[in-house]
């Protein structure tokens, strides 16, 4: 996924480099570095126009999908998600349109409606930014509504809780359909605190209740707004950006889990779902540290063993990466198979625990 675009430079650049070739509307670096600036929450091409930002402030990726992933979102000046002489008309229309409202949702038919043809878009947004339009369309949805309340502070998020959450209703509407619906709101009983943070291969998001956690995921998951959603449903729940005791936990069991110190978490989980996902969760956390185990196997495990394509199923379910291993169940043959965080993640996972 982190795929570098051509380099024509001897080396890699360094931090100071690549901040002093910023600001100088300079087009050699162009598609070799993606500047993200954490003050402003966008990301820019590095011959833009705009102020020169300051050092502390800024953080440089490879591509426009990590920076995406970071949770910023792309420059109105220097529009780093368009090729330099090269975007077709179409394509700029959409980032423009998608630019001003990041909750449309743009689907495949509407893109017809206009005389645009899907499998153009597709190509161009995978050839340059080795994403699909509508993963381009999910990180800009997610990240403008957590950004939108983030942004705002806990001061924010507790008047709107001091008061029963009806000062929700003006957060925006892109925001209530993701992290909670106005009708949801008004009779949420619970909340659920959602904190980003980053990771060795990729920024995560990370949901607690008093119970536990009950989401970790990394951010340009695809399922991610069925789960958010599904989560709000069955927890009658309105999700909220902000810290919890179990986010502080997870954040520094992880951050001992990626430098291979922890192998077990003591975190609580809270992992609402159907009975036989409970089981099946359940028993994937049996799986040892540096082990792996087949979908036949934990059928088996489960005193189930016709069930296995149910089980996959209740595996891909899963909304709590890593502290529930479900990247430890590979294929009979031995083959990674599908996992929701993309295989590559699976494998760096799996070789780091063996
Ligand atoms: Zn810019």
Redesign the pocket.
């Known amino acids: 996924m982190i795929t570098k675009r051509a380099n024509t430079l001897p080396h890699a650049l360094t931090f100071e480099e690549k901040y002093n070739a910023i600001g100088h509307q300079d087009t050699r670096y162009e598609g070799i570095f993606i500047t993200g600036v954490k003050s402003t929450g ?1 990301f ?2 590095p011959s ?3 102020r020169k930002p300051k050092a502390e402030n800024v953080v440089f990726f490879d591509t426009t999908q990590q920076a995406l992933q970071y949770g910023l979102r792309p ?1 109105k ?2 529009k ?1 998600m368009e090729q330099l002489d090269e975007t077709p008309q179409y394509v700029t229309d959409l980032i423009q349109e998608l630019h001003e409202n990041p909750y449309l949702r743009i689907k495949d038919y509407d893109l017809r409606n206009r005389g645009v043809e899907p499998s153009h878009i597709r190509r161009w947004f995978k050839k340059h930014h080795n994403m699909t339009f509508h993963s381009y369309q999910r990180l800009l949805r997610v990240n403008a509504a957590f950004n939108s309340i983030h942004q705002r502070g806990e001061t924010v998020i507790n008047a709107a809780l001091d008061s029963g959450y009806n000062s929700l209703s003006g957060f925006n509407e892109g925001y209530r359909s993701i992290f909670g619906s106005s009708a949801t709101v008004e009779n949420s009983k619970h909340v659920i605190n959602i904190v980003r943070f980053t990771s060795p291969i990729g920024p995560m998001f990370a949901c607690a209740t008093d119970l536990g956690i009950c989401l970790l995921e990394f951010t340009d998951r695809r399922m991610l707004e069925t789960e958010f959603k599904d989560l709000r449903k069955r927890l009658n729940a309105v999700i909220l950006p902000g810290r919890h005791r179990y986010l502080d936990l997870l954040q520094s069991e992880l951050a001992e889990y990626y430098s291979g110190k922890r192998q077990h978490f003591t975190v609580p989980l809270h992992t609402p779902g159907t009975d036989f996902q409970q089981i099946v969760w359940n028993n994937l956390q049996k799986i040892p540290y540096g082990e792996t185990r087949t979908y036949k196997q934990q059928a088996v495990a489960i005193n189930n063993p016709k069930a296995v394509r149910a089980v996959a199923s209740a595996n891909g379910k899963n909304r709590i990466g890593i502290l529930i291993p479900c990247h430890r169940v590979i294929g009979s043959d031995g083959s990674l198979v599908g996992y929701g965080g993309g295989l590559h993640r699976k494998k760096w996972l799996l070789d780091l625990e063996s």
């Open positions: 966008i820019c091409r833009c126009r705009a420059c000046v220097c780093p």
